[in-house]
């Protein structure tokens, strides 16, 4: 049994087809145009269980979404083809290139061997789910699942645009709510002891240059010596040193925000370490002859080579760590915090904060920083009370 229903749209008929397929079964299809590459026709086929008036309204819910624009052909393209296609028309050149490292580095790793094979037009909200919940179970933080749904998402979104899906599947699915990591500052007795403890490491003037100036870790590993104004005591932040995702190899990339660009003023104290470290690489590069890589960097690797963020971490940092008796889950990141933070508390201006670190607005460091403003409000209470009840002078 066959019934055909037609809509007249935009001066063409619109065909739609039910057809019987056992008790209670029917096949809705509508012709939606012809394959560019062979020609051949290509419909919208869905299965409806139900009575046939059921189909019948199915059917013509569908011709309305023909009208709208919103029903597309069927798509052969599995996931994966998808996706290349994708980072190439859409991501790669819009977007840095270590954000495009990140993106494929993280789709490649949990969505791929997961749902890449599936045809990309079999993808469902369930599908989804089933991999976040997946993820959840093997330990991974919310972060790296929401990372990972915002990057899908973003791809399956323009696959609606592209008419290639009627809908995004990433819109009705729920995803772990984000657990903002506590960031740790030292104090000043704290960051004294790290200090005296990398005193006698080769490695004590990055610690000196990640308190005092706050710059962010692929900010100094990517400092050049030709970035230091000697005679102004001042470091430019110009380039940053990035870490290509496959491959092990780097390069330098523009700094993170506009205002991560910045010149950074530097007490004598740490110019001076500076001088004895470039005597110190003038000497080590003459004892390694061509063995010696010479990139122009500050801080580096025995053989003049960038440093590698992850070795640094787990073979230098941490082990000091230890030997201060400070938190074990210190991370190279919270110097930067802390040289903010000890800024804040010792009464300094939030805006030159900001412009210190580089953060995009003064908003920012606000916010990510507020646990310091009730010691700030505190302060401005006393010198209050100072001034108006007190001795002080207005």
Sequence with gaps: MCAVAKKHTGGKNVAGQIISRGDRTWLIRIFIGRDPKTGKRTYH???????????QQVLNSLLRDHDMGSLVAPQRRTLNEYLDEWYQSAVKTKVRPQTYDHYR??????????????KLATIKPLDLQKLY????????????????????SSALKQAVRRQMLSQNPADKVSVPKQQRREMYALSPEEAKRFLSAAESSRWFTLFQFALVTGMRPEEYFG???????WQNGRVQVK???????????????????????RSIPIPQTLIASLKTL?????????????RWKDHGLVFTAENGEPIHHSNFRIRHFK???????????????????????????????????????????????L????????????????????????????
Excluded at 45 to 55: F, I, L, P, R, S
Aim: with cysteine; glycine share 8%.
């Design 239 to 261: 380039k940053v040193l990035v870490r290509v995702a496959k491959g092990g190899g780097w390069r330098w990339d523009e700094p993170k925000t506009q205002n991560s660009g």
């Design 278 to 290: 470039k005597v110190e690489q003038a000497k080590q590069r003459l004892s390694l002859g061509e």
């Design 105 to 118: 580095a993280t789709i490649d790793r949990y969505v791929r061997p997961a749902l890449g094979p599936r």
């Design 45 to 55: 086929n869905q299965t409806v269980h139900g009575t046939k008036k059921e189909a």
């Design 223 to 229: 400092l050049r010596w030709e970035d230091i104004d």
């Design 319 to 365: 082990p000091l760590v230890k030997k201060a008796g400070l938190p074990e889950d210190l991370r190279l990141y919270d110097l930067r915090h802390t040289c903010a933070t000890l800024l804040l508390v010792a009464g300094e201006n939030p805006k030159v904060v900001s412009e210190r670190l580089g953060h995009a607005s003064i908003t920012l460091t």
């Design 133 to 152: 919940s997946a993820m959840q179970e093997q330990g991974l933080t919310p972060r790296t699942i929401r990372y990972t749904h915002a990057i899908l």
């Design 367 to 394: 916010d990510t920083y507020s646990h310091v403003l009730p010691t700030l409000q505190q302060q401005a209470t006393s010198k209050l009370e100072s001034l108006l009840f007190g001795n002080g002078t207005l």
